[in-house]
């Protein structure tokens, strides 16, 4: 029993990402700090556009989570539950920012559950500074030209007002 080696927790966080913000950051740094292995796994089909394409994505997700050696980032199609078992992971991570997230991520984890009920939907709170923090606010402001610092990383800023300018 003792010399029995733990098994490895393995996360995903899936999303959009479109594009990562210092939410998204700050979830990404507890789930790095609880679990062995967290995987940020980009959703390739999304209901609607983009901004930014998965490519672009990926790379900035890529640029912000380079320091956490125990965080990858992937991109997956199809089901969530497929790739959460094909990658072996036991939880999928979610963040919830106000009560209005819940509803959402009830219904999509009680959904998860249905398809694979070995693997367990974690939610986890941001900090309260990104509590009304979202990616689609963000793109809004940047759009019309007027963003504050400290909503996303610099690395993103940046991509932000290059596809704005
Ligand atoms: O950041 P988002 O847009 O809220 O992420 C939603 C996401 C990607 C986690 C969700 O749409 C998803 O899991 N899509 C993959 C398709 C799937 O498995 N759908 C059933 C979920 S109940």
Redesign the pocket.
């Known amino acids: 029993m003792g010399s029995e080696k733990a098994k490895e927790v393995v996360a995903v966080y899936?999303?959009?990402?479109?594009p990562v913000t210092n939410g998204h950051l700050d979830l990404i740094a507890r789930g790095a700090e609880i679990f062995d292995r967290l995987i940020v796994?980009i959703?390739r089909?999304?209901e609607k556009d983009p901004l930014f394409d998965v490519k672009e994505r990926m790379e900035m997700l890529e640029t912000v989570t380079f320091d956490w050696k125990n965080v990858e980032v992937d991109v997956?199609d199809?089901?969530?539950?497929?790739?959460a078992r094909a990658r072996s992971a036991s939880v999928i991570l979610?963040g919830i920012r106000a009560v209005s997230d819940y509803e959402?991520e009830l219904?999509?984890?009680m959904?998860?559950r249905k398809?694979e009920p070995r693997i367990e939907t974690v939610f986890m709170l941001p900090g309260e500074a990104y509590s009304y923090l979202s990616?689609r606010m963000v793109k809004e402001i940047a759009r019309l030209g007027g963003l504050p610092k400290g909503l996303v990383p610099t690395a993103v800023e940046e991509r932000l007002r290059a596809k704005f300018s």
């Open positions: 899936p999303g959009s990402f479109d796994a959703t089909n999304l997956f199809g089901l969530l539950m497929d790739y979610r959402y219904q999509m984890a959904m998860n398809i990616s």
